[in-house]
């Protein structure tokens, strides 16, 4: 994962997440694929830090998946809002 944070007001900061990677299935998926697709998301997050070590963050992700080739290439997209909490101890 890639993030790019910039601190707000405080204990409050902002990002933009963007990750991605390979899907291997044990067989062609979706209907008329192939065995594996690449998957790419990005979204802005927005993370509240309560102390150094926990915080907790919302965001908004788009996600991409297909497999790559301009020809027989079945894909599919997502939209998702995403919650989490995050303790480093």
């Keep these: 994962m890639i993030r790019a944070e910039k601190p707000y007001a405080g204990k409050l900061s902002a990002a933009l997440d963007m990750s991605g990677g390979v899907i291997l299935y044990d067989k062609p998926f979706p209907a008329g694929g192939r065995?594996?697709?690449?998957?790419?998301?990005?979204?802005?997050?927005?993370i509240y830090k309560f102390n150094d070590n926990s915080s907790i963050n919302v965001g908004y992700m788009l996600m991409?998946?297909?497999?790559?080739?301009?020809?027989?290439?079945?894909?599919?997209?997502?939209?998702?809002?995403?919650?989490?909490?995050?303790?480093?101890?």
């Design 64 to 89: 991409h998946v297909s497999n790559g080739f301009k020809t027989h290439n079945p894909g599919y997209d997502a939209h998702g809002i995403s919650f989490g909490f995050v303790t480093n101890y």
């Design 35 to 46: 065995y594996y697709d690449f998957m790419w998301r990005v979204g802005p997050k927005f």
